[in-house]
């Protein structure tokens, strides 16, 4: 689907399917111009019954009946039309939303918290379904019948509409005050919900944490205390919806008592006939209804709105950046694989995180990148997968600026094994078969056995269909960081990046990881985090960083001879 030009989405997927909207705005005319038709006639052969004429009943029952069904056709079409045109662009919504979801840069996720972004896609859209699905069905029945019956009122005696209009300011006026209300109340709310289910995400994601250390009473105090405003915030809605409801009726009340009474006092001075008193009672009814919904129910389409809203700020979130670049030959014959010139980056301007950073690894070798915690080395990691573009400087990807990659075709070229491993709660089949999905069960068995993991998942009941729960919850560390490396083999990218993946596992366990992962490495370029220096004394190149710079480079032993930062780190380790 094409990427939608309109500065405000949820309208253009209003107007994408606006012919559907029109039918029904067409079919509610045809609805309500039969039941005025139908009043009007029975108006009609009641003053003919009181003047003493005769009526054709025939024709009578006749046009009755043609009226009738009219009016059940455009009843029934406008629902069919309404619920069309509410399910297409609500699933269109829905669609625009989820793609933008996966094109969003990796900073947007860094800026807004899972919790507001979960809240976004589930209860923010549900306030766009209700919007699409019934509330501007409504306003939209109601604008039309406002309309129609006021001709019809107009007709009548322009007396009785005139004191209908003397009324509508106050009708106006109150709604106006409620919308105030509700609208800032609504967006607390959401704000509100947004940080029970950030504590309620945090609470599930670190139970373990929570429970070895006895904080179930502190974190249940601060989801009471979120609760209890939420409470709060929305005791105060309630307060001001039911007094808009009482308003409501009291101003439904008010129009019908004083139009019926001034209806009466014209039928007595002989300005309208009985038959015509009839009539507009039972279009008045039908008439106040919509004159005096219409403005609540744009008050509660702004209450949507707010909501509509922040799934909008998504919407408009800054998509991640890329180029067209896609190689049509394999490019790891090139001679360096990855290459900084110069590159400076910061998350905030005040804190700058690599300065002037330039470093070439030729394709094949081994590189790591050692130093203390925050000087930078997972922003490396992070600039080298495209999540983050360099904030001056240049990042090299097989000779060409990974700006002119098509982002895609550019991670198609890197395997990532990281410490941090997340599984999805799946089979262990689909957990390795996230890195190609086309791969057969042959290719996913090999890559299996390459990582030293297919005899473990040979010997469990449901074997590759095996569920491995959320976040590989069921498996132990050293057996999710197996299926991490099989991913890796079958994606068979020419750059390996390793954060220390042996860095939480026994030591038998890191043996069969270690041995796994030298022959993962065979003729690809590799980088990696060390966080144990006793785990890339192999590499090619070392280097140090310090302050978001390179403070040091070269092999193990020739930093240990130049007895400086490396040499320090080195000694405090043990072994």
Same mark, same amino acid.
């Given at each position: 689907?094409?990427?939608?030009?309109?500065?405000?989405?949820?309208?253009? $997927? %209003?107007?994408?399917? $606006?012919?559907?909207?029109?039918?029904?705005?067409?079919?509610?005319?045809?609805?309500?111009?039969?039941? %005025?038709?139908?009043?009007?006639?029975?108006?009609?052969?009641?003053?003919?019954?009181?003047?003493?004429?005769?009526?054709?009943?025939?024709?009578?029952?006749?046009?009755?009946?043609?009226?009738?069904?009219?009016?059940?056709?455009?009843?029934?079409?406008?629902?069919?039309?309404?619920?069309?045109?509410?399910?297409?662009?609500?699933?269109?919504?829905?669609?625009?939303?989820?793609?933008?979801?996966?094109?969003?840069?990796?900073?947007?996720?860094?800026?807004?918290?899972?919790?507001?972004?979960?809240?976004?896609?589930?209860?923010?859209?549900?306030?766009?379904?209700?919007?699409?699905?019934?509330?501007?069905?409504?306003? $939209?029945?109601?604008?039309?019948?406002?309309?129609?019956?006021?001709?019809?009122?107009?007709?009548?005696?322009?007396?009785?509409?005139?004191?209908?209009?003397?009324?509508?300011?106050?009708?106006?006026?109150?709604?106006?005050?409620?919308?105030?209300?509700?609208?800032?109340?609504?967006?607390?709310?959401?704000?509100?919900?947004?940080?029970?289910?950030?504590?309620?995400?945090? $609470?599930?994601?670190?139970?373990?944490?929570?429970?070895?250390?006895?904080?179930?009473?502190?974190?249940?105090?601060?989801?009471?205390?979120?609760?209890?405003?939420?409470?709060?915030?929305?005791?105060?809605?309630?307060?001001?919806?039911?007094?808009?409801?009482?308003?409501?009726?009291?101003?439904?009340?008010?129009?019908?008592?004083?139009?019926?009474?001034?209806?009466?006092?014209?039928?007595?001075?002989?300005?309208?006939?009985?038959?015509?008193?009839?009539?507009?009672?039972?279009?008045?009814?039908?008439?106040?209804?919509?004159?005096?919904?219409?403005?609540?129910?744009?008050?509660?389409?702004?209450?949507?709105?707010?909501?509509?809203?922040?799934?909008?700020?998504?919407?408009?979130?800054?998509?991640?950046?890329?180029?067209?670049?896609?190689?049509?030959?394999?490019?790891?014959?090139?001679?360096?694989?990855?290459?900084?010139?110069?590159?400076?980056?910061?998350?905030?301007?005040?804190?700058?995180?690599?300065?002037?950073?330039?470093?070439?690894?030729?394709?094949?070798?081994?590189?790591?990148?050692?130093?203390?915690?925050?000087?930078?080395?997972?922003?490396?990691?992070?600039?080298?997968?495209?999540?983050?573009?360099?904030?001056?400087?240049?990042?090299?990807?097989?000779?060409?600026?990974?700006?002119?990659?098509?982002?895609?075709?550019?991670?198609?070229?890197?395997?990532?094994?990281?410490?941090?491993?997340?599984?999805?709660?799946?089979?262990?089949?689909?957990?390795?078969?996230?890195?190609?999905?086309?791969?057969?069960?042959?290719?996913?068995?090999?890559?299996?056995?390459?990582?030293?993991?297919?005899?473990?998942?040979?010997?469990?009941?449901?074997?590759?269909?095996?569920?491995?729960?959320?976040?590989?919850?069921?498996?132990?560390?050293?057996?999710?960081?197996?299926?991490?490396?099989?991913?890796?083999?079958?994606?068979?990218?020419?750059?390996?990046?390793?954060?220390?993946?042996?860095?939480?596992?026994?030591?038998?366990?890191?043996?069969?990881?270690?041995?796994?992962?030298?022959?993962?490495?065979?003729?690809?370029?590799?980088?990696?985090?060390?966080?144990?220096?006793?785990? %890339?004394?192999?590499?090619?190149?070392?280097?140090?960083?310090?302050?978001?710079?390179?403070?040091?480079?070269?092999?193990?032993?020739?930093?240990?001879?130049?007895?400086?930062?490396?040499?320090?780190?080195?000694?405090?380790?043990?072994?």
């Amino acid at each position: 689907m094409k990427k939608t030009k309109s500065r405000n989405i949820f309208l253009n $997927c %209003v107007l994408h399917y $606006c012919p559907l909207f029109f039918l029904e705005t067409g079919l509610v005319w045809v609805l309500a111009g039969a039941i %005025v038709e139908g009043n009007r006639l029975i108006g009609t052969a009641v003053d003919t019954l009181f003047a003493g004429g005769a009526i054709e009943y025939g024709v009578f029952f006749t046009t009755l009946l043609l009226l009738t069904a009219a009016g059940f056709a455009a009843a029934f079409l406008k629902s069919v039309s309404a619920s069309l045109f509410g399910i297409k662009s609500q699933t269109l919504y829905k669609k625009l939303v989820a793609e933008k979801l996966y094109r969003l840069e990796f900073r947007y996720f860094d800026d807004n918290g899972s919790a507001a972004v979960i809240n976004k896609m589930n209860s923010d859209i549900a306030e766009a379904d209700a919007l699409l699905g019934e509330n501007l069905s409504f306003i $939209c029945d109601e604008a039309v019948e406002v309309l129609t019956y006021a001709v019809f009122v107009a007709q009548t005696s322009r007396k009785l509409l005139f004191i209908m209009c003397l009324l509508y300011p106050l009708v106006l006026w109150m709604s106006e005050r409620v919308v105030r209300k509700l609208t800032s109340l609504k967006k607390v709310f959401r704000q509100k919900s947004d940080k029970i289910t950030e504590i309620a995400q945090d $609470c599930m994601s670190g139970i373990l944490v929570l429970r070895s250390f006895g904080a179930e009473q502190y974190f249940g105090g601060k989801l009471s205390s979120a609760a209890d405003e939420l409470v709060e915030n929305e005791e105060k809605r309630t307060r001001i919806s039911n007094n808009a409801i009482l308003v409501r009726r009291i101003l439904g009340w008010l129009p019908n008592i004083l139009c019926a009474v001034y209806a009466y006092v014209l039928v007595c001075r002989g300005d309208i006939s009985l038959g015509g008193l009839l009539t507009f009672i039972l279009i008045l009814g039908r008439f106040v209804d919509a004159f005096v919904g219409l403005p609540f129910d744009l008050v509660e389409a702004r209450e949507h709105w707010v909501c509509i809203r922040r799934v909008e700020e998504l919407l408009h979130g800054k998509d991640e950046e890329s180029g067209s670049y896609r190689p049509q030959m394999p490019v790891h014959n090139s001679k360096t694989a990855i290459a900084f010139e110069q590159v400076s980056f910061h998350y905030t301007p005040q804190t700058p995180v690599l300065k002037n950073l330039s470093f070439t690894i030729p394709a094949g070798s081994t590189v790591a990148f050692v130093g203390g915690s925050g000087e930078g080395k997972s922003t490396i990691f992070r600039i080298l997968c495209g999540f983050y573009r360099p904030c001056e400087g240049v990042y090299l990807l097989y000779d060409r600026d990974f700006n002119v990659w098509d982002t895609e075709a550019a991670r198609e070229q890197i395997a990532l094994v990281s410490q941090n491993v997340f599984l999805f709660p799946d089979t262990i089949r689909a957990n390795v078969a996230y890195a190609d999905t086309g791969a057969g069960e042959e290719e996913i068995i090999q890559a299996c056995r390459n990582a030293g993991i297919h005899d473990f998942i040979m010997n469990l009941p449901d074997q590759y269909d095996t569920q491995v729960g959320e976040r590989g919850i069921l498996l132990s560390g050293g057996e999710r960081q197996r299926i991490s490396i099989a991913r890796a083999f079958l994606k068979n990218a020419p750059i390996l990046l390793m954060d220390e993946p042996t860095s939480a596992v026994d030591l038998e366990t890191e043996k069969i990881i270690q041995e796994a992962m030298e022959r993962l490495a065979e003729g690809r370029t590799c980088v990696i985090i060390a966080h144990r220096l006793s785990t %890339v004394q192999h590499a090619d190149t070392i280097f140090v960083l310090k302050d978001g710079a390179i403070a040091e480079s070269g092999t193990h032993e020739t930093l240990m001879r130049q007895n400086g930062i490396y040499t320090s780190m080195y000694g405090r380790e043990e072994f």
